[in-house]
């Protein structure tokens, strides 16, 4: 059973159909990568799911239930968890405290010092633990975010362009970062635009154009579709063989 199933999904703003009977469905553990040209839908997607957005019709299936009716805090207490494009981070707290924000609300005294120093190791954070988290670089701010994201452990972790602005290297390390949680169990959908990281994490890519799924497959069928190099004709950028 798919542990994320957007069936028949359709937004429309105003005028625009920014989602067109968008079918996706991630099998638990999967790991999926969602690519596509600027302005093709995705981040609505995310919305969509994580429930920011109304769909104008169709339905989302979380874990067996049928969660379009739920508002956004209660999709999270179930398990679903998003890293927009933009970090969501306290810039004045040190990256220490910016965890234990995001911990302490399932942790306290020994155990929540125990989670956000293995946290601060698994994020290749510790050095840095008492620096201002806007001091940090642009890739250590993304890391720190996803840490927070994924604090109260949630089965579904959407990431929205993780690796967006970053060094080769950095893109790699988010990689790992991406592949250990999904190791742990937790299903990922990210959204893209790097092929390598692509390359490097998914097992499955969907490409979405004009709201629609316009192709879907592994990273080698993709990229030798010729179909989905067209869209991206004319783009200036993306997908990028990093
Ligand atoms: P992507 O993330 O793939 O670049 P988006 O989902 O951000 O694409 O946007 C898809 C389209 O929907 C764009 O044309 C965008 O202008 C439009 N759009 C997104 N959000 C809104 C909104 N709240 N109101 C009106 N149009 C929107
Ligand atoms: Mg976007």
Same mark, same amino acid.
């Given at each position: &059973?798919? *542990?994320?199933?957007? $069936?028949?999904?359709?937004?429309?703003?105003?005028?625009?159909?920014?989602?067109?009977?968008?079918?996706?469905?991630?099998? +638990?553990?999967?790991?999926?990568c969602? *690519?596509?040209?600027?302005?093709?839908?995705?981040?609505?997607? %995310? $919305?969509? *799911?994580?429930?920011?957005?109304? #769909?104008?019709?169709? !339905?989302?299936?979380?874990?067996?239930?049928? *969660?379009?009716?739920?508002?956004?805090?209660?999709?999270?207490?179930?398990?679903?968890?998003?890293? %927009?494009?933009? #970090?969501?981070? %306290?810039?004045?707290?040190?990256? $220490?405290?910016?965890?234990?924000?995001?911990? !302490?609300?399932?942790?306290?005294?020994?155990?929540? $010092?125990?989670?956000?120093?293995? !946290?601060? =190791?698994?994020?290749?954070?510790?050095?840095?633990?008492?620096?201002? /988290?806007?001091?940090?670089?642009?890739? !250590?701010?993304?890391?720190? =975010?996803?840490? &927070?994201?994924?604090?109260?452990? +949630?089965?579904?972790?959407?990431?929205?362009? +993780?690796?967006?602005? &970053?060094? +080769?290297?950095?893109?790699?390390?988010?990689g790992?970062?991406?592949?250990?949680?999904?190791?742990?169990? &937790?299903?990922?959908?990210?959204? =893209?635009?790097d092929m390598a990281f692509v390359r490097q994490v998914a097992?499955?890519?969907?490409?979405?154009?004009?709201?629609?799924? %316009? /192709?879907?497959?592994?990273i080698d069928?993709?990229v /030798?579709?010729?179909?989905?190099?067209?869209?991206?004709?004319?783009?200036?950028?993306? #997908?990028?063989h990093g």
């Amino acid at each position: &059973m798919a *542990i994320l199933e957007t $069936r028949n999904l359709n937004k429309r703003f105003g005028g625009l159909q920014v989602t067109s009977d968008v079918n996706l469905a991630l099998e +638990p553990g999967e790991l999926h990568c969602l *690519i596509g040209p600027n302005g093709a839908g995705k981040s609505t997607l %995310f $919305r969509l *799911i994580l429930g920011e957005y109304a #769909p104008s019709s169709g !339905q989302v299936i979380y874990d067996g239930h049928d *969660i379009t009716a739920l508002q956004s805090h209660d999709r999270i207490r179930r398990g679903i968890s998003v890293k %927009f494009q933009v #970090p969501g981070i %306290f810039k004045a707290l040190s990256v $220490r405290q910016n965890l234990e924000i995001a911990l !302490q609300h399932h942790l306290e005294g020994h155990s929540l $010092r125990g989670a956000i120093k293995s !946290q601060l =190791e698994f994020l290749n954070l510790s050095a840095d633990a008492a620096q201002l /988290a806007g001091n940090l670089s642009h890739g !250590q701010k993304q890391w720190l =975010e996803i840490g &927070m994201a994924v604090a109260l452990k +949630p089965k579904l972790l959407l990431l929205d362009e +993780p690796t967006a602005g &970053m060094s +080769p290297d950095e893109t790699r390390a988010t990689g790992d970062l991406v592949r250990a949680l999904n190791a742990e169990g &937790m299903t990922v959908l990210a959204v =893209e635009h790097d092929m390598a990281f692509v390359r490097q994490v998914a097992s499955r890519v969907t490409v979405l154009h004009f709201g629609r799924i %316009f /192709a879907q497959g592994d990273i080698d069928s993709i990229v /030798a579709d010729e179909r989905v190099a067209e869209i991206y004709l004319g783009q200036g950028h993306g #997908p990028h063989h990093g």
